[in-house]
């Protein structure tokens, strides 16, 4: 068993009419010793009536479950253990870039179906043991009319 207690925020600020500024903090704690903090911050910045571009940035920092140990350095008389990195202390920053479409009026459609959003997103993503991704997500949102 697991018992997680998460607390979160968002804080959002209207700059101007182009202009945003998202934030979220995150606080997590639970009964295996872990304990994360998560701060990101997002700017979008409105290019056009339906073009918005957004940089974000995200930083990640969390503390080793009571029972992480690196492989092999365990003892098998232990009642629990893993070696998982997942459950270590690490620290991770993620920056990124994306770029939406937004039909506000769902002018253009296929079939019975109305677009109203696409999106695509890259970011590039590092952890303090190695860990190292680039990371591309791509999606649409389609309304039924």
Same mark, same amino acid.
């Given at each position: 068993?697991?018992?997680?207690?998460?607390?979160?925020?968002?804080?959002?600020?209207?700059?101007? /009419?182009?202009?945003k %500024?998202?934030?979220?903090?995150?606080?997590?704690?639970?009964?295996?010793?872990?304990t994360?903090?998560?701060?990101?911050?997002? %700017?979008?910045?409105?290019?056009?009536?339906?073009?918005t571009?957004?940089?974000?940035?995200?930083?990640?920092?969390?503390?080793?479950?009571?029972?992480?140990?690196?492989f /092999?350095?365990? %003892?098998?008389t /232990?009642k629990?253990?893993?070696?998982?990195?997942?459950?270590?202390?690490?620290?991770?920053?993620?920056?990124?870039i994306?770029?939406?479409?937004?039909d506000?009026?769902?002018?253009?459609?296929?079939?019975?179906? @109305?677009?109203?959003?696409?999106? %695509?997103?890259?970011?590039?993503?590092?952890?303090?043991?190695?860990l190292?991704?680039?990371?591309?997500?791509? @999606?649409?949102?389609?309304v039924?009319?």
């Amino acid at each position: 068993t697991r018992f997680k207690t998460p607390f979160g925020t968002r804080i959002n600020y209207y700059i101007s /009419e182009t202009l945003k %500024l998202r934030t979220y903090y995150r606080y997590y704690s639970d009964d295996w010793g872990i304990t994360s903090h998560t701060a990101s911050i997002e %700017l979008p910045i409105k290019l056009s009536q339906s073009f918005t571009l957004s940089p974000s940035y995200r930083y990640y920092q969390q503390t080793a479950a009571n029972w992480f140990a690196p492989f /092999e350095a365990h %003892l098998s008389t /232990e009642k629990y253990y893993t070696s998982d990195h997942d459950l270590a202390n690490f620290q991770s920053n993620q920056w990124g870039i994306g770029l939406s479409y937004t039909d506000i009026f769902t002018q253009r459609k296929i079939y019975k179906f @109305g677009l109203k959003n696409i999106n %695509l997103k890259y970011s590039h993503y590092v952890r303090s043991d190695g860990l190292k991704a680039n990371i591309v997500s791509f @999606g649409v949102k389609f309304v039924f009319e």
